[in-house]
T-cell receptor, first 114, second 113 residues
C-alpha cells in the first residue's frame, strides 16, 4: 500500500546537536510538507516543496533546513539554532498544483531534547 | 488571508450520543474545507473534504459535514459516537491558488462509556 513513512518514531537530541528526520513517500505525490505540532497550538508549517530541488519556508523555518533531491524523499534537519526543538513533527504529501488537495500524513516523529 | 477557528478545545460525549464539532472559517471566496482526525501519537487522517457541489459531505468512519456559506461554518457530525472516535479533530481551510491549507487548533473529543 502507498503511504508516507517517517523515521525514527522517537528521537533524542543533545544540546548543540543537529538531527535529521526522515520522510519517504511512495504515493507519487509532487508536494511534500513538514509541520511541527505542539500541545494546544495545532499544526505549524516549517517547510514545503512542490517539486524536486525546490522548497519554500513556512511560518516557522528558523532553525530548520530541508532538501528535496528525490521526489520520494523530503528530510528535515533540526539544527542547533533551533532553541526549542522538543515537539511532534509531521510530514505530509499531496498531489500539489494550485488546488489544495487533501494531505496524506506520516505517523510522526517525536523529538526530545535531553 | 484565510483563517479557521475551532471554538471548542474539548468536547465530552457519551458513547452512542450524537456529536457535532464546530468549525468557522474566514475567507472571501469559496473555500476548500477539510476535517482530519488524529489518534494519540499518530499522524492525521483525512475524514472528508468539500470543494464544491452538494453542501452535505459524507466521509469515512460514519462522519459527515455541512458547508454553510451564510454562517461561514463547516461543522462535523456523527449520529452515534463510538469509544474509538476519541481523538483530536482538526478543521482546515484552503482556497483556489493557495494550496497550503490553514489548520485550526483542534478539538479533543472525549467519549464516556
Amino acid at each position: 500500500d502507498g503511504g508516507i513513512t517517517q523515521s525514527p518514531k522517537y528521537l533524542f537530541r543533545k544540546e548543540g546537536q543537529n538531527v535529521t528526520l526522515s520522510c519517504e513517500q511512495n504515493l507519487n505525490h509532487d508536494a511534500m510538507y513538514w509541520y511541527r505540532q505542539d500541545p494546544g497550538q495545532g499544526l505549524r508549517l516549517i517547510y514545503y516543496s512542490q517539486i524536486v530541488n525546490d522548497f519554500q519556508k513556512g511560518d516557522i523555518a528558523e532553525g530548520y533546513s530541508v532538501s528535496r533531491e528525490k521526489k520520494e524523499s523530503f528530510p528535515l534537519t533540526v539544527t542547533s539554532a533551533q532553541k526549542n526543538p522538543t515537539a511532534f513533527y509531521l510530514c505530509a504529501s499531496s498531489m500539489g498544483g494550485q488546488q489544495p488537495y487533501g494531505y496524506t500524513f506520516g505517523s510522526g516523529t517525536r523529538l526530545t531534547v535531553v | 488571508a484565510q483563517s479557521v477557528t475551532q471554538p471548542d478545545i474539548h468536547i465530552t460525549v457519551s458513547e452512542g450520543a450524537s456529536l457535532e464539532l464546530r468549525c468557522n472559517y474566514s475567507y472571501g471566496a469559496t473555500p476548500y474545507l477539510f476535517w482530519y482526525v488524529q489518534s494519540p501519537g499518530q499522524g492525521l487522517q483525512l475524514l472528508l473534504k468539500y470543494f464544491s457541489g452538494d453542501t452535505l459531505v459524507q466521509g469515512i468512519k460514519g462522519f459527515e459535514a455541512e458547508f454553510k456559506r451564510s454562517q461561514s461554518s463547516f461543522n462535523l457530525r456523527k449520529p452515534s459516537v463510538h469509544w474509538s472516535d476519541a481523538a483530536e479533530y482538526f478543521c482546515a481551510v484552503g482556497s483556489r491558488g493557495s494550496y497550503i491549507p490553514t489548520f485550526g487548533r483542534g478539538t479533543s473529543l472525549i467519549v464516556h462509556p
